[in-house]
């Protein structure tokens, strides 16, 4: 036998009857809206919240600390009720499944968080939380799986965009979209945060709202997605939020490039070259200004006294460094939480979480939840964004690159990472969600190899 080179297998089309195929196009198209809908209305009722305009007196944000504790019945009943409804849209749909699971890493790492839950000071608060986490994952990929990356980013972008206008008209009409003169942190005082709890999250939402626009004006060339994008940036001004002022900017321009090179492989590897290098530059600048960088992270007070709440961390793991304090258990689990030892300000007993997505993983889940994170969310994405983009998937890809680094940042100085039910945190979901899709539905050339019959030499 002889063999030719590799040849590219096209599958041969599928002939269905006629009016088998429209009567089931026509039912599909029904439950994918329906499905959408419903996602849709997750979104919103996320973004807003239960109480929107909440007022912040300071008896009303330590009345909200000690009653934090995963308790929220009508919360959870309105997750699991949304849950129930995508599931029972599975069971009645006719068309192949838009996604199928296997994202893996993220469900052995929520595993593993369900493990830790035994240890903390009170499991069934931890457990609760992380039930929590497990339904917004749930919805998430669900809804994926039956309408698929483009109308889950489409039902995010909607969502966002619905967010912004109610913010902006919220303005004028109420007092309440702006912080009050009532807070405890005078910073806070003025600074826009529309129907959001605090500004750091408008901001952060706007600043994901903006980047999620331009990039939609840049895609399909309408000028409403332009003027969302500069009403959503307008207002990351007013928030006063410096983390995502400066973030949009530079991830925009990030975003930028990635697009410009969304048609090769190899030239998107530059980018992650060029991302390395900034990393090296920075270690450089630590290593040439170290006494100024180590004077600014001994001071309490800097970065809005966040690094006192680290070092809070910091000093429970010097004393338990391998497992943690179980899932959502070191912050605000009543009188048993194990932070109460180790505050060293007033106002860290109203803190909910550590400032830091990745030192909160480590702190609550120990060191495997946080390399299982970084696995789930920093290395895996980088593969999928370096070789998923093309031409065809970019108006996806592009997006969700842009959530996906700005939340990767973000969580350096705020915590997003399974932040019970977040906005950042849920955008975030979706933004991965969609890029796995997409990645796994990348075209893939098939080759097989064909076997020639070779006529045996005659001998005379």
Known sequence: MASTPWHRDIPAPVLTRPGVAAIKKTESARL????????FTFLMLVFIGQQPFASRTQDELVAMAQENNGSDLFKQALFIGFAMLLTG?????????????????????????????????????????????????????????????????QALRYALILSLIICWVSLPLTSAAVHPPTESDKALIGAWRGFFFHKNIAGAVMALTFMVAANAWVDTKKWYYALFSVMAFVFVIGTKSKTSLALSFAILGVCAVYRALSDSTQKRAVLLIMVALGMVGVLWLYVAFQPVVERIFADPTSFTGRVSIWEVDLAYLKDHPFLGAGFGGFWQVGDRSPSLDYLNQAFQTLTAHSHNGYLEILVTTGPL??????????????????TGATPQNRPIMVPCFAIWVFVLYQNLLETSFFDKDRQVWVIFLAAIAAAHATYKARPLPQWRRRFLARPEASHG
Do not use: H, N
């Open 369 to 386: 939840g946080l390399i299982m994170l970084l696995l789930t969310f920093l290395a895996l994405p980088a593969i999928w964004f370096l």
């Open 89 to 153: 849209v599975q069971l009645i749909r006719r068309y192949p499944p838009r996604y199928r699971f296997t994202l893996w890493p993220l469900a052995i790492m929520l595993a593993w968080f369900f493990i830790t839950c035994s240890w903390g000071v009170d499991p069934f608060v931890s457990f609760k939380r992380a039930m929590q986490q497990l339904i917004v994952i749930y919805i998430t990929f669900s809804a994926l799986s039956l309408i698929g990356p483009e109308r889950l980013l």
């Open 32 to 39: 994918i809206l329906v499905a959408q809908i419903f996602y």
